[in-house]
Structure formats: structure tokens, C-alpha cells
């Protein structure tokens, strides 16, 4: 059906930088909203930041000033840029989707997760 591919986690030290990376796959017709989530240890899932289709963004007041959303439409894929990382940055990074089918039925879609962990 559809997919989302997330790479570019890893460990870095507090004051990094990593760039993460979601792109969509299948039977797409066309892509809504796409979001970053994040889940750290023995917490609830979180929004991080979400771009419309249209290029409109929203960040969590945690991230703001310090990561940025992106998307390329053309790669069906979104980005996000993550600057100056503290470690209570560290969790598992999910993209979402609201993905059109073929089918023209729209759907969320969620990626596997790619762990961040930022510390010295």
C-alpha cells in the first residue's frame, strides 16, 4: 500500500546538529500533512512539528528557534533539520502522513522510528 522510510538518527553531542529524513512510497495519489513525533522513555508520544501541503508550519515550543520542517513534494518527502540539540532531545523520532490513495481515500500513515540520542 504505502509506506514511510525515516533515516538519518544517530548519537551526537549536545550543540548538534542531524537531519532526519521521511520518504513516502506506494500507491500514492496525493500527500496532505506530514509531521515529526517523538517519544522519549516511559513518556507519551509528542508532536515535534507538522508542514502542510501548502508549506504552512507549526513547532512545539521546545523545538522552536531550534528545528525546522521541510518538505519536497517532488521526492514526496519530508525533513526535518535539527540544530543545537540538548539531550532532552533524545527519544524515537516518528514521521506521519496523511496520505490520498489511489483509492482516493485519504489515511494516516506512520514511519518506524529512527532513535536520536543526544549526549556527551
Known amino acids: 500500500q504505502v509506506q514511510l522510510m525515516e533515516s538519518g538518527g544517530g548519537l551526537v553531542q549536545p550543540g548538534g546538529s542531524l537531519r532526519l529524513s521521511c520518504a513516502a512510497s506506494g500507491s500514492i495519489f496525493s500527500i496532505n500533512g506530514m509531521g515529526w513525533y517523538r517519544q522519549a522513555p516511559g513518556k507519551e508520544r509528542e508532536l515535534v512539528a507538522r508542514i502542510t501541503s501548502g508549506g504552512t508550519t507549526n513547532y512545539a515550543d521546545s523545538v522552536k528557534g531550534r528545528f525546522t520542517i521541510s518538505r519536497d513534494n517532488a521526492k514526496n518527502t519530508v525533513y526535518l533539520q535539527m540544530n543545537s540539540l540538548k539531550p532532552e532531545d533524545t527519544a524515537v523520532y516518528y514521521c506521519?502522513?496523511?496520505?490520498?490513495?489511489?483509492?482516493?481515500?485519504?489515511?494516516?500513515?506512520w514511519g518506524q522510528g529512527t532513535q536520536v540520542t543526544v549526549s556527551s
Open positions: 506521519k502522513a496523511s496520505i490520498q490513495g489511489t483509492d482516493m481515500v485519504y489515511r494516516y500513515y
